[in-house]
């Protein structure tokens, strides 16, 4: 699925390529999203949006972001004819993958059981499949040597990315749990050197 609106416009001659705003708003540009499954996939679409639905072993790719799942579903605003069998896609809405949810941004990586994407808002929702699977989680990996430098994980997680803000949200008496890396022992250290005591005081002499 590639979305390029303004290289659409050039097309038409609505924008000539040595416009500023082409400059301005293709440079760099990002690179298209690919979605990839071994299953059935199919698209409905309505006068207004374009809902494209992928089965097994889902493969998703775009800017900064690798997505893998079982499902996937994905709804977009639609452009040009209504009456076309495939609408033109204009921007995504939402898209929900269920089942094995693995996302991969650059050292950041999420697993859950299900994750629901609005990008206009710039949130996510992570949560567990159902009832009996394990608890999403985000980890932060050390970009040299891959090791975990913070994990945390609960019920519900809601990341907003515009305000750089993540919430967990508890279920059944179980909230968030987190794993940072280790504090300096603030604790007695008995094979440190205590320090000298003070010398006794000389003895007065004796007055005749």
Request: net charge positive; proline share 8%.
């Amino acid at each position: 699925m590639t979305f390029r609106p303004l290289l659409f416009l050039v097309a038409l001659g609505m924008l000539t390529p040595g416009s500023g705003l082409v400059r301005a708003q293709l440079a760099p540009e990002a690179p298209p999203t690919v979605i990839e499954c071994a299953g059935l996939s199919e698209t409905i679409s309505t006068d207004t949006e374009t809902t494209a639905i992928f089965r097994d072993k889902v493969v998703v790719t775009g800017n900064n972001l690798k997505l893998t799942c079982d499902y996937l579903k994905v709804v977009a605003s639609r452009k040009g004819d209504p009456k076309a069998t495939i609408g033109k896609y204009g921007f995504f809405k939402t898209l929900v993958a269920s089942g094995n949810v693995r996302i991969i941004q650059g050292d950041r990586e999420a697993t859950c059981g299900h994750a629901e994407i609005f990008p206009g808002e710039d949130r996510v929702v992570l949560s567990r499949l159902n009832k009996t699977g394990s608890f999403p989680s985000i980890r932060l990996l050390n970009a040299t040597t891959g090791v975990v430098e913070y994990e945390g994980s609960g019920p519900r997680m809601i990341l907003y990315r515009g305000e750089r803000k993540a919430s967990i949200e508890p279920e059944d008496g179980v909230g968030g749990r987190f794993t940072l890396p280790a504090i300096k022992d603030l604790g007695f250290n008995k094979k440190k050197a205590q320090p000298a005591a003070d010398p006794a005081p000389a003895a007065s002499p004796k007055q005749p």
